[in-house]
């Protein structure tokens, strides 16, 4: 109304109902200045009437595309007409509980709300990637509005259409996640399996359960796709990891039949072979996986001497067998010369304490 002689100048078009038709007429718009019609209307619509009034200006909400908004805008640029648009105000809206609880007072009834955090971290197991993801992990990433993971576990899934976080540390993820509230179904992608070396251990302590729900799928360790692919049980296999740590892998090859560990480094391997020269176990059979799962997977197998001057990747994993391992107590005498009493001890317990 502050414009001069807007009666006449602004021809409005407002909803037929009867409170809008009101509210134009109290304003002065009447006659062929005020339309009353209910839409979404056509962009044909929408250009001839823009031609016929001749405006020069069209003023509209944004209606988004339920209120036919993209043809409004299309109809202007085809009339050479300018545009001036009313911007939505800022409303974040409410919660679901909130919703549902403001509803039951409103219409006098008892809601049952859950209490289930609305945002639900899944934690995935890729195992090798690719064809060696389960059906269920594959159908929860597809579900997903946010994939979070290293580089490597990102680049072995399909992430199209879908926001992406590389990041692998467990206080940087959740930290990402509190400042955006706006995912309600994050995927944590891990290597291998959830529960072997893994980066879920990090995670599972550190998120605020009642903040978050979690969600933990299982996927393929290493330790299982290296023993199936050389057909080994790996039932009795020793479990070690110097994969970013110390490990003694040594003493474990020397007492135990057969050992699976996770190796760091391009030289990984290398390095353990050299060890085991060194420590005289020379005689052990070593099996390494590198690459496993990819189109680069490579399984090598012999004596450490005849392995340590191969070239290794990056990513390895190891399964040594020692066919005569030593189980001997390394301190205290032998469990044949000892007479078990009725105290409740093993002779080898009997053995180490003599000596002490």
């Known amino acids: 109304t502050a414009i001069p002689d807007y009666k006449e100048r602004i021809i409005a078009r407002v909803l037929s ?7 134009a007429l109290d304003l002065g718009f009447e006659g062929a200045n005020l339309i009353c019609a209910r839409g979404p209307f056509t962009e044909e619509f929408n250009h001839a009437l823009l ?23 299309r109809a202007a640029e085809r009339a050479g007409v300018k545009t001036v648009v ?12 909130d919703a549902i609880s403001e509803l039951g007072e409103r219409l006098g009834i008892e809601c049952v ?9 899944a934690i995935i197991g890729i195992g090798m990637g690719g064809g060696t993801l389960t ?19 990102l680049s072995s899934v399909n992430s199209a259409g879908k926001d992406v976080l590389k990041e692998y540390r467990a206080n940087a993820i959740l930290e990402y996640l509190g400042n955006h509230p706006e995912y309600r179904c994050p995927a944590v992608l891990v290597s291998g399996d959830v529960g072997f070396y893994s980066a879920a251990k990090k995670l599972l302590e550190s998120v605020d359960r009642e903040k978050y729900s979690v969600e933990v799928y299982c996927g393929i360790s290493s330790l299982v796709y290296l023993s199936s692919r050389v057909g080994i049980p790996w039932q009795d296999i020793r479990l070690l990891s110097a994969h970013g740590k110390e490990a003694n892998i040594i003493s474990s090859v020397r007492s135990e039949r057969s050992v699976f560990t996770l190796l760091t480094g391009s030289d990984g391997a290398r390095r353990l072979c050299e060890d085991l020269i060194r420590f005289g176990m020379d005689g052990v059979h070593v099996i390494v996986g590198q690459d496993l799962g990819s189109d680069r997977e490579r399984i090598m197998s012999g004596r450490p001497s005849e392995l340590k001057n191969r070239g290794f990747s990056e990513l390895c994993a190891a399964i040594i067998i020692n066919d005569t391992p030593d189980r001997s107590i390394p301190i205290g005498l032998d469990a044949e010369v000892l007479i078990r009493g009725p105290a409740p001890m093993t002779k080898s317990e009997v053995s180490s304490l003599s000596v002490v």
């Open 86 to 97: 009313v911007r939505r105000p800022d409303d974040d809206g409410i919660s679901l509980k």
């Open 17 to 23: 109902v009867k409170d809008s038709v009101l509210k």
């Open 135 to 153: 059906v269920d992990a594959t159908r929860r990433i597809a579900s997903s509005d946010l994939l979070i993971g290293a580089e490597r576990m």
């Open 51 to 73: 031609e016929q009034t001749g405006a020069s200006i069209m003023i509209t909400k944004d209606t988004g595309s339920e209120g036919g908004f993209e043809e409004k805008l």
């Open 113 to 121: 709300v859950d209490d289930k955090p609305e945002t639900c971290i």
